[in-house]
């Protein structure tokens, strides 16, 4: 969380609001929270992450296991989604998120 809070510029209030209101996601799976790097872009959360982890969510997925699709490649996208996210395609990887519900 420190580390966070620093790449963010934010207080550690903020940065909680961040992860609960689903802007960031992180993982406890190796100890301490840690949010994939990949997943803040110029100091600020991913725009497009938010809508994309409330899909997965909606399909069943638990916090480790949209991290880990998001940072896995996907075959219909031919990318990892994380990867057509930072390209702008938000869409196509959200329509792939619902089709797995």
């Not at 301490?32 to 909606?58: E, H, K, Y």
């Not at 480790?64 to 998001?70: A, H, K, N, V």
């Amino acid at each position: 969380m420190p580390e966070l809070i620093e790449i963010l510029g934010e207080s550690q209030g903020r940065v909680r609001r961040l992860l609960a209101e689903r802007y960031l996601v992180g993982s406890r799976r190796n100890g301490p929270l840690t949010v994939p790097s990949v997943f803040i872009v110029g100091g600020r959360p991913l725009a497009s992450l938010r809508g994309t982890v409330i899909a997965l969510q909606d399909a069943g997925f638990d916090d480790d296991e949209l991290i880990d699709w998001l940072l896995t490649a996907e075959e219909s996208l031919g990318r990892a989604p994380i990867e057509a996210l930072l390209a702008g395609h938000k869409s196509e990887v959200r329509r792939v998120a619902r089709a797995l519900a």
